[in-house]
Every structure is written in structure tokens, then in C-alpha cells.
């Protein structure tokens, strides 16, 4: 088979963020595999090691993790190997299985498969989650939160993930879909928050609790390649410096962002730092017309998971486009990071509130 290069989208662990790479097409490889130092840039840790043998014969031991991977809009979590620097990033028959995409080799592209195919085996604890999931209902909220709990397997804290279809055209302007909502019990998680600001507003920055504050400085550190932060926030007046970084953190989904809340005022820098540490996250559509969103950790308690979707949802009932037309949600899913997918009932969950 003739190979080539694609375009993916690798995920932090929580899927907030993206990172762009190039990938070979390799059917022959079983699963996707990344540099080592790019997985943990991006926070990934090793879950588990297992031994594979090479096409020459030799055994070897490799660590894996569960990376969540964008192709075309579409998000999957798919196991991937570390791998040394200086091997090619590979996208492996297992992730290709996992977005239901062939390489045609002929005309250098994916193309989705159109006929029956043999999907990727699932792990004994995976199938014993799924068993406790009756994939012919749907669930109240309350009710999937509650199984999502339980069907979490991994060994780390999972993240409980809310995936939304819509009825949009992402194609039209006034379909468009994105803001921002800070969630009340957060994402279950420390957030590192990094600062762009001069004179006043750094004390403020620093008061509000923020992990790293300057100006030049840290504009020069970034782009000598320190990346150990997770959200970037700037004052206005700061933009002109930190435009600048715009191919390094772009990517990354890390630039300040007026229409993300995350450019401000000087006045306003110690809310902003607030709502980052408390939990903010952003939604948007994708290219598919689907939301997904991190709505905590596993090992937070039923009621805040609930009341974080509630947060979330009434936030995004009260966001929809003025060209929407027809059934704005289309369907809901509520899923954990190694989980199977839980079907909500559509109108009790649009209905949620936090009042």
C-alpha cells in the first residue's frame, strides 16, 4: 500500500486543548503511536505496558494511554504507544477502525468506509462496562450520571465528557455556536493559569491566585519552547506582544481570546484568573455540528457532576444562534474518558437548571 501523511488533532487528557501533527497512514501498525515528550507535554501518562513484536521478529515492551484524537471535527479516545524521539507519528488500523476511515492510498486521503467492517476488540473491563449500559434506552440525567460513575474502570480519574448534536450548519454565520461557562464544582482538577500583563494588573493577577505573571519575559520563555501551563489569559494592552506566539499556542488551543473570555481588561484580570482556577471551560461547534465538553472528574460526587451539566446546559439552551432553525439539540451522550456511551433522554435534560 502506497503510504501518506494526514493532519491530527492530539488532545490533552481532559480534550480541552488540541495539538496539530502530521501522521503516516499505517494500517500495519495496530495502534496509533506519538513521541514521548509530545503525549506528556500534552499531560499523558503511561496506564499501562504491554510487549509487541516488530515486523523483524524483536519483542519490545511499550507504554500506552488513552489520548483523545481529532480527525475532520470528529473527536475519538484511542489507545496510542510512546515512542522514542525520532520515530515517525503513526495513525494506527485501531484509530482508523474507531472513526470508520479507509486510506485510499490512490488519491493520498481518508475516505469513510461504506460497507460492513470488522470493528476493534474491546478489553474484558470495557465489555463488562458496556453490559451495564442498555444501549435500547435513554436515561434521565441523574440516572446516567450515576451509571457513568459506575461503569468507569480505569485505573486514573476518568473524565466525564456531555457530547451534543445539533441541528446547526456550521457553514452559515449566524449558526454559529460558542461561549464559555465556568462550571460551580469545577473540572475535579488543578488548573495552572498563566498571565500576560504590565504594571497594576500583574498585582491583581498575582492576589487572584494566578501560577505564572509577566510580559516580555514570558513571551521569550514560550518561545523557547516552555509550555507548562494550561491556560493562557492577557490584558488588552498586552496583545501586541503576545500575538506574536500565536503559531505556538494556536495549536494548542492555549491563545487569549476575546470571544473565549480569555482578553480582558486590566481591571478584570483577577475574575479572569478566578473563573479559569474555578473551572471555566468553553464550548463550540465543530465542523460535524457536535459540542463535546469536559463536565469533571469521576471522582467527583453525583450531585456536582449534576450540577455542572445543568450549568452547562442551560448555558448552551440560552446560547443558541439566531439562524437556527428546526430542533436546535438533536441528541445528547454522557460518556467517561475509557467508557461506553450513555443515551440521555432528551427533555429532562434540556430542562436542567440551576435555580
Known sequence: MGTFTVRLGIGTPDGQRFHEVEALVDTGSTFTSLARSLLEELGHRAVARRRFELADGRV?????????????????????????????????????????????????????????????????????????????????????????????????????????????????????????????????????????????????????????VGGEDLVKKIEGGWLDFDVALATKDMMNKVSRLGRVLGPRGLMPNPRSGTVVEGEDIAKAVHDSKAGRVEFRLDRTALVHVPVGKVSLGEEQLLENIATLVEAIVKSRPSGAKGQYIRSATLTTTMGPGIRLDLQPTLSLTTS
Do not use: N
Not at 485501531?94 to 470488522?118: N, R, S
Not at 486514573?156 to 465556568?182: I, K, M, Y
Not at 482538577?189 to 493577577?205: C, D, H, I, Q, T
Open 60 to 212: 519490545v515492551e511499550r507504554e500506552l494511554a488513552e489520548i483523545p484524537v481529532r480527525i475532520e471535527g470528529e473527536v475519538r479516545t484511542t489507545t496510542c504507544v510512546f515512542v522514542e524521539e525520532g520515530s515517525p507519528a503513526l495513525l494506527g488500523a485501531v484509530t482508523l477502525e474507531q472513526f470508520l476511515l479507509a486510506p485510499d492510498p490512490i488519491h493520498q486521503k481518508l475516505v469513510p468506509v461504506t460497507g460492513l467492517m470488522m470493528m476493534a476488540k474491546h478489553g474484558r473491563k470495557y465489555e463488562e462496562a458496556l453490559e451495564k449500559v442498555d444501549r435500547g434506552r435513554t436515561y434521565e440525567p441523574r440516572d446516567a450520571v450515576k451509571l457513568a460513575k459506575e461503569a468507569a474502570f480505569a485505573k486514573f480519574d476518568e473524565t466525564v465528557e456531555l457530547h451534543l448534536r445539533t441541528g446547526l450548519d456550521p457553514r452559515h454565520a449566524d449558526q454559529q455556536l460558542r461561549g464559555t461557562v465556568v462550571l460551580p464544582h469545577g473540572l475535579g482538577k488543578k488548573v495552572r493559569v498563566l498571565v500576560f500583563a504590565e504594571g497594576e494588573p500583574v498585582k491583581l493577577a498575582e492576589e487572584a491566585g494566578a501560577d505564572f
